[in-house]
């Protein structure tokens, strides 16, 4: 026990939560047609790549996601895609995967890791940098990635299509390669 005080007290030993829930991939569906997604300004804390249970900003986010019926809300601070509520997001443009660098205003994920990796091993270029809002809003596909969403084609964004309004070429070839990671890496018994 210790006093009240935003400073660590010393000596102090860490509580420990765990909590675990079926893992329930995308619908067949949601991976054939793609998704809607809704856009706001990242208001979130600039410490955004440090995971805690500290998501009242991504909540809030995620809610206004569900009220416009979106899977998700893709996000921008100062002109720039950060990333969703609770998903990282991928543009592309002109056969070219794109996605913001991984720094303090996004949460690294293990699926990003992997999704970068499968697009290079599947011989797509890939580009990490800024991308400007206007290059989202005229991409010729836009996903969202997360461990629940997998890799999900955005088709929809703010009712507008997205490229021809459907799932992309650079997408389905990225998706399968994921599946294809899936059965081999992480189905595999043990």
């Given at each position: 026990?210790?006093?009240?005080?935003?400073?660590?007290?010393?000596?102090?030993?860490?509580?420990?939560?765990?909590?675990?829930?079926?893992?329930?991939?995308?619908?067949?569906?949601?991976?054939?047609?793609?998704?809607?997604?809704?856009?706001?300004?990242?208001?979130?804390?600039?410490?955004?790549?440090?995971?805690?249970?500290?998501?009242?900003?991504?909540?809030?986010?995620?809610?206004?996601?569900?009220?416009?019926?979106?899977?998700?809300?893709?996000?921008?601070?100062?002109?720039?895609?950060?990333?969703?509520?609770?998903?990282?997001?991928?543009?592309v443009r002109k056969g070219k995967l794109l996605a913001p660098p991984k720094n303090h205003l996004i949460?690294?994920?293990?699926?990003?890791?992997v999704v970068l990796e499968l697009a290079v091993a599947s011989g797509?270029?890939?580009?990490?940098?800024?991308?400007?809002?206007?290059?989202?809003?005229?991409?010729?596909?836009?996903?969202?990635?997360?461990?629940?969403?997998?890799?999900?084609?955005?088709?929809?964004?703010?009712?507008?299509?997205?490229?021809?309004?459907?799932?992309?070429?650079?997408?389905?070839?990225?998706?399968?390669?994921?599946?294809?990671?899936?059965?081999?890496?992480?189905?595999?018994?043990?």
């Amino acid at each position: 026990m210790a006093k009240r005080d935003h400073a660590f007290p010393k000596g102090n030993k860490p509580t420990v939560f765990m909590m675990s829930s079926p893992l329930v991939t995308p619908a067949k569906e949601l991976v054939d047609t793609g998704v809607s997604c809704i856009t706001a300004t990242d208001y979130r804390w600039l410490k955004c790549d440090v995971k805690s249970v500290s998501l009242l900003a991504n909540c809030l986010l995620r809610q206004s996601a569900a009220e416009a019926d979106a899977a998700e809300v893709v996000l921008f601070r100062d002109g720039c895609l950060t990333e969703a509520s609770a998903s990282n997001v991928f543009v592309v443009r002109k056969g070219k995967l794109l996605a913001p660098p991984k720094n303090h205003l996004i949460l690294p994920g293990i699926t990003y890791d992997v999704v970068l990796e499968l697009a290079v091993a599947s011989g797509i270029p890939v580009e990490l940098r800024a991308i400007p809002e206007h290059e989202v809003r005229s991409a010729d596909e836009l996903w969202v990635t997360s461990s629940s969403k997998e890799v999900l084609a955005v088709t929809l964004l703010d009712g507008k299509p997205v490229g021809n309004g459907k799932p992309g070429p650079v997408f389905r070839t990225v998706y399968q390669a994921f599946q294809e990671f899936k059965r081999k890496v992480m189905r595999q018994a043990a």
